[in-house]
């Protein structure tokens, strides 16, 4: 070291590690395709052996907690009906839940008939999920069983208005999804039109104003939703004679236009137009009796600044109800366009829009993993998905298998660029 310099504090000395050609032994990177196709069967033979494992794990947890819905305490009940719920959103499981059925069923039918609040709630978010994981075989006996405890406890008062509320929503798609019989559909019918008969108007034709009356507003309202949602399964000539001859009715429909809850008048909008959709069928000139009486009030309410009412709640008002006024201006309905499964779906009806929200609510993440695997959500969003025989969709890598990917051949580049490196400064060197 020259004198008058010191070695510094944070100085190292640098070491030179010999190159060794075992490193490379086996690597030729005369073909950088070879390589990156080989890089990308080992990922993916990687990615199938994950993927098992992940199933497997998963089929083994669902069996426990299978196990621990009959725990003897109330919160464990219910957060093992959470964690069902969970994981019947990721996968579709039907090979190993059609074994389980009979103790599925008993175990939900006890939860909703004697369980507490929050088994109630969680037992009911679980029931469209199971209805269609269970297997087509078990689920006639299944609806049979369940549909009749989840009624009951959407009318339950001792239970709260949460959980009520989501008994309404998946009773509506349970029978929206599975139901055949026509009287069965009816009397849920009925039974939705008696929860939101608390919002009518009263006799004099005054807007109930108590707290009660906005309290309940969201279950009035999921109920109001549930109602429209069934009516869906009539057709056109049907839906007119039950428009005209039972309960609600057009007045009614627009009477709760006024109710002091801003979920009942939402709801009432959206009916109001499914229900104008659904009588109408192919005949764009159909009108009701009322219709020229509700637009100004369709009007007022796509252009209400009260301020008493919260910001946000005028502004989702204002713009659902220009959207309803247009359809009964105009007869144009804002269509939407969503992707389930790799398939583009057109939402250009109020039917069609209704029925992906209360789907996409009730199944939550499984709507996608369960689409491809069950026919009776596949004819409900009118999904085509591709034929049997149809070529698979190629293998697409994430960001972080490119990644890894990419590293490893750059790395393997820079390997291969030493080595030729090295062989011409030997041969310079002679």
């Not at 010191?6 to 990177?29: F, L, N, Q």
């Not at 204002?318 to 105009?330: C, N, P, Q, S, V």
């Amino acid at each position: 070291m020259p004198k008058g310099k010191k070695k510094g504090k944070y100085e190292h000395r640098r070491t030179e590690v010999p190159y060794s050609s075992d490193e490379d032994a086996g690597i030729d990177m005369t073909n950088d395709n070879y390589s990156e196709t080989s890089g990308a069967s080992d990922l993916r033979s990687n990615h199938d052996d994950t993927e098992n494992d992940n199933q497997e794990k998963l089929e083994e947890k669902v069996l426990e907690i299978i196990d621990a819905l009959s725990a003897r305490a109330n919160a464990a009940r219910a957060a093992a009906f959470v964690a069902l719920r969970n994981a019947l959103q990721r996968r579709y499981l039907a090979h190993l839940l059609s074994g389980q059925r009979v103790t599925l069923a008993d175990h939900v039918t006890k939860a909703l008939r004697r369980g507490r609040d929050g088994e109630k709630k969680a037992a009911a978010a679980v029931v469209p999920l199971l209805a269609l994981q269970i297997g087509e075989e078990g689920t006639e006996e299944f609806l049979a069983e369940v549909r009749p405890a989840l009624a009951a406890a959407a009318v339950d008062k001792t239970a709260s208005l949460e959980t009520r509320t989501e008994c309404c929503s998946s009773l509506a798609v349970l029978c929206y999804l599975l139901e055949d019989d026509l009287t069965e559909v009816l009397e849920i019918m009925s039974m939705f039109e008696t929860i939101f008969s608390g919002s009518y108007l009263r006799d004099d034709g005054s807007v109930k104003v108590s707290g009660a009356a906005v309290e309940e507003g969201v279950w009035h309202a999921a109920a109001l939703d549930g109602w429209a949602l069934l009516l869906l399964l009539a057709a056109p000539p049907h839906a007119r004679a039950l428009l005209a001859e039972r309960a609600p009715g057009f007045a009614r429909l627009a009477g709760l236009l006024d109710a002091c809850s801003l979920e009942v008048r939402l709801a009432a909008g959206g009916a109001l137009a499914t229900a104008h959709e659904r009588a109408s069928g192919d005949d764009d000139e159909y009108e009701w009796s009322g219709e020229e009486d509700v637009l100004p009030k369709l009007e007022r309410l796509a252009r209400d600044s009260h301020k008493f009412r919260a910001k946000r709640d005028r502004k989702l008002q204002r713009a659902t109800f220009r959207d309803i006024l247009k359809y009964f201006e105009e007869g144009v309905v804002a269509g939407e366009r969503v992707r389930v499964c790799g398939a583009a779906l057109a939402l250009q009806s109020w039917g069609a829009r209704g029925a992906y929200g209360a789907l996409a609510a009730a199944l939550g993440a499984g709507l996608a993993a369960l689409a491809p695997h069950a026919p009776p959500l596949q004819a409900a969003l009118g999904l085509e998905l591709p034929a049997a025989g149809a070529a698979p969709p190629r293998h697409r890598l994430n960001k972080l298998q490119r990644h890894l990917q990419n590293s490893a051949n750059n790395k393997a580049r820079t390997v291969a660029r030493n080595k030729s490196r090295d062989k011409r400064s030997a041969a310079l060197a002679l």
